[in-house]
């Protein structure tokens, strides 16, 4: 399994661009990278999975280098709303392996 | 869109008691998983199953037991509950092939008195 290694918090403000980067050194050819939005007390949101290159969709971008150790989750011009912790997972999508969600980062979004 | 529904938000239950959590989505998704929440722990894998009847270990499936009857119905069974299963209850599905895309549940919060 691909652990995940995210850094705990960040702090931005409304307006600015946050890029979360989650390193994956062990990461296996057939594996995806997911991102997820939770806010307090719901469940964890699916946002982008990858596989390498860049991703993007209304939410996001998620940038994958060529060596697909590392991601980076970008979210252009945060909102007080984007407040909420941010997990990325890394797996095969078709196994039955396990999932790891790990503990994800916490964004907060100052005015 | 995908509904994914948990009986309940908040559980007060006695230590000893028996507990059931339910889980329902209505995608015809076949994988359903059951996950605990704790602060600093981040999500932790109780069980998963990918079929009905069907089931496997997550990371900490003790003390803990599923059931899975129906495609659509995915429960979780805390034969006796004890106050270290205080938690954020999360259940989630999805497609087959398409296992790191979850929808996840509003979540049941338990406590165990």
């Known amino acids: 399994l691909a652990k995940t290694t995210q850094p705990i918090s960040m702090d931005s403000y409304e307006g600015q661009e946050v890029n979360i980067t989650c390193s994956h050194n062990?990461?296996?050819?057939?594996?995806?990278i997911t991102w997820y939005q939770q806010f307090p007390s719901q469940g964890p949101r699916f946002i982008i999975q990858?596989?390498?290159t860049k991703v993007t969709n209304e939410v996001a971008s998620l940038f994958i280098p060529a060596d697909r150790k590392s991601s980076t989750l970008s979210l252009p011009r945060v909102s007080l709303s984007d407040t909420a912790v941010y997990y990325c997972l890394v797996g095969e999508d078709s196994s039955a392996s396990k999932i790891i969600f790990g503990s994800g980062t916490r964004l907060s979004i100052r005015p | 869109d995908v509904k994914v529904t948990q009986s309940s938000r908040y559980l007060v239950k006695r230590t000893g008691e028996k507990v059931f959590l339910e889980c329902v989505q209505d995608m015809d998704h076949e994988n359903m998983f059951w996950y605990r929440q704790d602060p600093g722990l981040g999500l932790r894998l109780i069980y998963f199953?990918?079929?009905?009847?069907?089931?496997e270990k997550g990371d900490i499936p003790e003390g803990y037991s599923v059931s899975r009857e129906k495609k659509e119905r995915f429960s979780l069974i805390l034969e006796s509950a004890s106050t270290n299963q205080t938690s954020m209850y999360l259940c989630?599905?999805?497609?087959?092939?398409?296992?790191?895309?979850?929808?996840f549940g509003a979540g049941t919060r338990l406590s165990v008195l």
């Open positions: 989630a599905s999805s497609l087959v092939r398409l296992k790191n895309i979850q929808y």
């Open positions: 990858g596989y390498k």
């Open positions: 199953s990918y079929d009905v009847k069907m089931k």
């Open positions: 062990n990461i296996a050819t057939n594996d995806y």
